[in-house]
């Protein structure tokens, strides 16, 4: 009995043994078929930007041309082609940086982008490297290169980016309203009509809103906000972010339009400012405008203590 017991395990561990053995081969082979995978999207990958050159979108600081990184300067020393959304600006950068640019620098901004796409999107496919950059932030992000990158990658050209800068991120992070949810609805329709209707859409959204606007018309924005938002949602206006007059200006929607208003001269309640003073119509700079989203705004209107206790659970 003992050798039968014996004999046994004996076929026991042999059948172990042999299953370790076909589980390592199927691994293997697994493996294998990974790899020869891995190597096929390559090669269609080579095959597709063989004899094509690619396109980089480099984002340029928003304020400052020392934000710039050790990339974007090696970048601009090296490139042969840039489309810049302002030719003047990208040599204004290179100067700042101490970089004579050898590139050939074409303009791309908004009313040429449509017919300069065509001629750039023929010199990516004849090999030619091509760095995009706009005045400020993120090629694409409320500036030009989407119909460019769109094409691109429709041609099969690789298209890769040059992280950095950009002013929605910026005042989302230093607004100090919630970030893990929001949406950039870039500048607002110009119409009166389509912007009620927009703002309109945009009262109930729970996420944070992100917006682009003029100084010229941040005033009447606000004012517009507040009556489709509501006077007490909190925003945040970003003004010159980043630049040597930053300024960051909390409060509520009716709060910051009276401020706006006052600002730029156009509050009924104070004398007019001469033409060209400090308030000529306008609030002077760059302008982002963050607003908080619906949901956040429930929870802000716990101010003192008796909103306090009615807003906590019932004691268990």
């Avoid at 909390?250 to 706006?260: I, M, N, P, S």
């Amino acid at each position: 009995m003992r050798r039968t017991g014996r004999d046994t395990d004996m076929s026991g561990s042999a059948s172990d043994e042999a299953h370790e053995a076909e589980a390592r081969e199927a691994e293997a082979r697994e493996a294998e078929a990974h790899e020869a995978e891995a190597h096929e999207a390559e090669a269609r990958e080579a095959e597709a930007h063989e004899g094509g050159g690619v396109l980089t979108l480099a984002a340029v600081p928003i304020g400052r041309a020392e934000d710039a990184s050790w990339r974007l300067a090696a970048e601009l020393a090296q490139a042969t082609l840039i489309a810049a959304e302002d030719t003047r600006r990208v040599r204004w950068l290179a100067s700042s940086l101490n970089i004579e640019l050898k590139a050939r620098v074409v303009s791309y901004y908004d009313a040429v982008e449509t017919r300069r796409t065509a001629g750039l999107l023929e010199e990516l496919k004849a090999g030619q490297n091509i760095l995009l950059v706009t005045d400020a932030g993120t090629p694409g992000i409320s500036d030009p290169g989407y119909r460019l990158v769109s094409a691109a990658a429709a041609a099969g050209l690789r298209v890769t980016a040059l992280p950095g800068p950009s002013a929605v991120t910026t005042a989302l992070a230093v607004s100090g309203l919630p970030t893990d949810r929001f949406s950039f609805e870039g500048f607002p329709p110009r119409g009166q009509g389509e912007r009620a209707r927009r703002f309109a859409e945009l009262a109930g959204d729970r996420r944070t809103q992100v917006y682009f606007e003029s100084g010229r018309r941040l005033a009447a924005t606000l004012t517009e906000l507040a009556a489709s938002h509501g006077e007490d949602r909190s925003a945040v206006v970003c003004r010159e972010l980043t630049k040597t007059h930053e300024e960051i200006k909390r409060g509520t929607l009716a709060e910051l339009a009276a401020w706006a208003a006052l600002v730029s001269g156009t509050d009924p309640r104070e004398p007019r400012k001469k033409k060209g003073g400090p308030a000529s119509g306008a609030v002077r700079g760059e302008i982002t405008l963050v607003v908080a989203g619906v949901a956040r705004r429930s929870r802000s209107r716990v101010r003192d203590s008796s909103d306090l206790g009615a807003a906590l659970p019932p004691p268990r």
